[in-house]
C-alpha cells in the first residue's frame, strides 16, 4: 500500500481526522464548585453553575465522540492515488 507524500497538497483531504480526547477536569471541577454552593444554601448560583458544569462536560463528550465517529469512517475508506478519491471499504 503506497503512503501519501508528507508534503503533500492532498494530505489535508485525506489525512485521518485528529483524535480529540474529553477534557472532563474542568467540567467536574465546575459542576462540584456548584454542588457546594447548592449545599451551602446559594440556591440559584449553585445550580446554574451545576447546570453550566454539565453542559460543558457534555459538549465535551460529543466532541470526542464525533472524532471517533470520523476517524472510524476514515478507517473504513479507501483512496484511490490515481484519480484522487475516497470510496467506501468493501469490508
Known sequence: MATMDPGSALKKGFAQPAEE?????????VAGFGVALLVSGVILP??????????WGARERGKEQ??????AQWLK???CM???????SAA
Open 21 to 29: 480526547k474529553a477534557a472532563l477536569v474542568g467540567p467536574l471541577l
Open 66 to 71: 464525533t472524532s471517533q465517529r470520523k476517524r
Open 77 to 79: 475508506q479507501m483512496i
Open 82 to 88: 490515481h484519480c484522487k478519491e475516497l470510496f467506501p
Open 46 to 55: 449553585g445550580l446554574l453553575v451545576t447546570v453550566g458544569g454539565a453542559v
